[in-house]
């Protein structure tokens, strides 16, 4: 089966030597959910932004990213801008980033709407209303009429939900996207993209490893740029292989339901961009290191490291 989108050796780059991300390997299945998990700086969203052309101008994008059999890195502008929203469409973390603080919410979706179908004005505008519905925005003919700010963070998200769905892409990439939400309504937006992308494909990037059991199929996680580690969220999250993996798991209690919230501290630091990395570069961190782990390790079978953990040597519930 071919993937609906495959990246292979991505890289982003702020000129020489300092490279963010150092070339990431991952695929998302037709109506899969792929979470990428790593701790703040490794490289996440600049993974994300890259795929959709949306990087930041000082960045050098090299490697492939084929959306089903597309190539999305090198475009030019005015393809992506085609392909951004109709194929494959992107939610952040501050939906206030993306919307206009100065027009109601339902004369933004209904632009959105413009763009992908050609109807008159006011059925646009009963269409956002009950796109809005659709979300589970209560009152949403009076909602339709507020500004962004009138909005909760959780309403905002939803909006922000049904306007990246708007052109029914085949691909949805979400950002943290519930990072700023409190946890009930946290809950209640993953509920919503896991009803509302059950035949999309979702890369969903989190630094929350409670919220990778809760809405993916499979995980990857990265490390200072690069993915270290990949594999069903259950064959992940419960034996895990790479040390590092397993320390981002460690002091979670129940491996099927992790707590909610803030990865555990791992003694030591992320390696800055620009840091000279020679062989593994989780070797200052990890506990299993030796001689060999001078020479960097490749992905392979869905671990970077000379030393995995073997899965069978687990107990898995
Ligand atoms: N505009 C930029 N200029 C220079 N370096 C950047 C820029 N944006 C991000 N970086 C660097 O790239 C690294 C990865 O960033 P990012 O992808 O945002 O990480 P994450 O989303 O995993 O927290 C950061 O540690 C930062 O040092
Ligand atoms: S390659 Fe070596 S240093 Fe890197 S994670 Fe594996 S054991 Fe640790
Ligand atoms: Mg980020």
């Known amino acids: 089966m071919t993937e609906l989108l495959e990246v292979q050796d991505l890289k982003v780059s702020f000129g020489a030597g300092r490279e963010a991300v150092r070339g990431v390997d991952l695929t998302v299945g037709r109506g899969e ?63 206030m980033s993306s919307l206009n603080p100065t027009t109601r919410i ?27 519905e659709s979300v589970g925005i209560t009152d949403a003919a009076a909602r339709a009429r507020q500004m962004p700010h009138e909005l909760s963070g959780g309403m905002r998200q939803r909006v922000m939900i049904s306007i990246a769905l708007a052109g029914s892409p085949e691909l949805l990439i979400a950002d943290e996207p519930t990072t700023a939400l409190d946890v009930t309504v946290q809950a209640q937006v993953l509920a919503l993209l896991r009803e509302r992308t059950r035949d999309t494909a979702l890369l969903f990037i989190t630094h929350d490893m409670g919220v990778v059991a809760e809405i993916a199929d499979r995980v990857a996680v990265m490390y200072a740029g690069k993915v270290v580690e990949t594999g069903t969220v259950r064959e992940v999250l419960e034996a895990p292989r790479h040390p590092y993996t397993a320390a981002l798991l460690r002091s979670v209690p129940d491996p099927d339901r992790p707590a909610a919230g803030e990865l555990p501290t791992i003694p030591g630091q992320v390696p800055a961009v620009g840091a000279v990395l020679e062989g593994c570069p989780f070797r200052p961190r990890c506990d299993h290191a030796d001689e060999t782990c001078a020479a960097a390790p490749a992905l392979v079978e869905g671990v970077a490291c000379w030393h995995p953990v073997s899965r069978e040597s687990q107990e898995v519930a």
């Not at 933004?108 to 179908?117: D, G, K, N």
């Open 33 to 95: 959910t792929l979470a990428v998990v790593g701790e703040s700086g490794c490289g996440k969203s600049l993974t994300a932004l890259s795929l959709l052309g949306l990087e930041p101008a000082a960045a050098q994008v090299t490697g492939s990213a084929k959306l089903a059999g597309t190539e999305l890195i090198g475009r030019g502008e005015r393809e992506l801008r085609r392909l951004r929203g109709t194929r494959a469409a992107m939610i952040f973390q501050d939906p």
């Open 106 to 132: 339902g004369t933004q979706i209904a632009e959105v709407l413009a763009i992908h179908s050609p109807t008159r004005r006011s059925a646009r505008l009963r269409q956002a209303v009950e796109l809005m």
